[in-house]
């Protein structure tokens, strides 16, 4: 069972979905002149899209898992949950992708390329990994990668047949 590990991003989310409508309001109360409340509301609505940002990223952070199995890998997303069996699977490689940097791509026998986003290089400290230090290189594939990829030749090789 995964906890929520990212406890300080967490809390930063909170207190700014919290403080930041709370502050906003109290200014626009303040407020004495038609402009000061204009300004007041639009950067209010500024933090509001700040504050919703930071939650989904939270969530997203929270939810977000790449689940292997001797059956398969799970790629778990904010939204949806995609279930690969490794018969399906043609190879494991790390993302070239400009923001999903590293994160574990799984490419299917058609064609597919489905990615782990919660595997990518700026997750690692909310995955509580810190830097991993055997991947200094900035091309070289992350822990999960790694670690899926030797699962799937662990596949390859039949160990993981039912007998």
Do not use: K
């Amino acid at each position: 069972m995964r906890t929520l590990q990212i406890g300080g991003t967490a809390l930063f989310a909170l207190l700014a979905a919290v403080l930041i409508p709370v502050l906003s309001v109290m200014w626009i109360r303040a407020a004495s002149s038609a402009a000061s409340v204009a300004i007041a509301i639009v950067l209010a609505l500024v933090a509001l899209a700040v504050t919703l940002l930071l939650v989904i990223h939270v969530l997203r952070a929270a939810r977000a898992a790449l689940i292997i199995t001797t059956r398969g890998v799970r790629i778990r997303g904010l939204l949806r949950t995609v279930w690969i069996p490794w018969e399906s699977v043609a190879r494991i490689e790390s993302s070239g992708h400009f923001y999903w940097r590293r994160a574990t791509c799984v490419v299917t026998t058609d064609h597919r390329q489905l990615l782990a986003v919660g595997t990518a290089d700026q997750y690692q400290i909310l995955r509580g990994e810190g830097r991993d230090l055997a991947a200094q290189d900035p091309t070289a594939p992350l822990l999960p990668t790694r670690l899926a990829i030797g699962a799937h030749r662990r596949f390859l090789a039949g160990e993981f047949r039912e007998h």
